[in-house]
């Protein structure tokens, strides 16, 4: 079966569907304002709220998570159109509440507009409200990714909040980083194959086995050292012992055992 | 000129030095207990502490940081030896003060016995007591890896700074993401796309332009029901809430300018 989709939403989600998708694939996408959203293909945009008469197998919904009950309520589809969120916090019967054949495609991945995503390896985890709609829902997932798979609402609750701590935390700590680094004039691209090395490190041995540095080690002498060093970021301060206390903390309950 | 090496320790960096040199260019191995040592070449190990009369160019002591001036004060050397320490917080000096021709060579890596590095991308930072001792650091540390720097001792302990938050900080926080996803029985692998590209984007774009996900949109929605997924992990909880504050504050800050 073919596919034709449309996409609500202009924003960064919408517009990496469509580069994902390409135009022969996506036939529509809806926005508030087509003047707005110079980044997508003029030709594309419309201002409509109305889909009924469209001939679309599935349509995506991809704003922000606040915005979705907004859409549900002022859009029209029909009823064989297969409605989607790509939310990950969001459960599938925000949808299935209003319009039987629904559905879920929530890619899990930082997307800013200007991101070069490779979009084979970018894991979706899709849902639908029955097995022929999930059918369908499988076919356009794969048309995106190789890693597609089959996660429950609570199930995708739990990824999008391991995302969360991963992503947003880790870009937070490596922003203070930044700033330190930057202002001794030194460069951050220094630290680049060290973290490629604890990620790889992390997925493949674990975070217990893969902790090294003065905290595991409790050398009192270098932690003291370095929150010296950091009197004058009191922000990265609070993060220093933040950590160091969670690392020795870990450290002594696993040697407990 | 030919480097004939010695090293001090069996652990973790001495292993890797020893690893990435090979056993032509290494000439002898210093440990404590032979029979404690058996990750390394039988044949290279010695309990002796007096290597005046052997024909080395550089002797590295790759000790834990608070062992350092135990070896300098057990060990003889010859003044015509290089003595360097690899310890990213401690000063040339602690060797300085002792023997003329010293150095420094820190490896920015993390490094378990096991672990598989691609040396000629670790970042060597390297410091000398002169010039012509300088130049055969320079000469032992590129025979190892392409990425040689040099850094003065107060910039080394700024980088091994940012080392221990970048990995260490990353490290645990990951421990965290790990333990949610095990306990639902989800996979950690899945995340792994997404950690490879939060860390291409931060060190392309910077952690500011890099910044997604709930806090930095202030959604509360989101971030009040991912709070109540942690009611049963308060560790994370406290994590949780201590990166959401300060995403916030630091989003607030930069809308400020």
Not at 203 to 211: H, R, W
Request: aromatic fraction near 6%; avoid cysteine; glycine fraction near 4%.
């Amino acid at each position: 079966m073919s596919l034709r989709i449309a996409i609500i939403g202009g924003g960064n989600v919408a517009t990496h569907f469509f580069r994902s998708l390409g135009e022969p694939i996506v036939k529509k996408i809806f926005v508030r304002k087509r003047e707005e959203n110079g980044h997508l293909p003029l030709a594309l945009l419309s201002e409509s709220k109305d889909l009924r008469t469209l001939d679309l197998s599935i349509i995506i919904i991809a704003v922000l998570d606040d915005q979705i009950i907004n859409v549900l309520t002022t859009y029209h589809f029909h009823s064989d159109q297969i409605v989607l969120h790509t939310a990950g916090s969001v459960d599938i019967d925000i949808i299935y509440q209003r319009h039987s054949k629904s559905g879920v495609i929530y890619p899990l991945m930082t997307m800013s507009k200007k991101d070069i995503i490779d979009y084979k390896q970018m894991p979706l985890l899709i849902e639908g409200s029955s097995e022929s709609d999930l059918s369908l829902i499988i076919q356009l997932a794969k048309s995106i990714s190789t890693r597609v798979a089959y996660f429950d609402s609570h199930e995708r609750k739990i990824v999008h909040l391991a995302a969360v701590i991963a992503n947003n935390f880790t870009t937070s700590l490596l922003l203070d980083v930044e700033r330190i680094l930057k202002k001794n004039h030194l460069d951050k691209h220094l630290l680049l194959p060290l973290m490629k090395q604890t990620l790889h490190k992390v997925f493949s041995s674990g975070g217990i086995k893969s902790m090294t540095g003065p905290a595991v080690r409790n050398d009192q002498k270098v932690i003291d050292a370095q929150l010296s060093l950091l009197s004058h970021y009191p922000e990265t301060l609070d993060l220093y012992q933040f950590f160091t206390h969670r690392i020795k903390k870990d450290q002594s309950e696993s040697s407990d055992i």
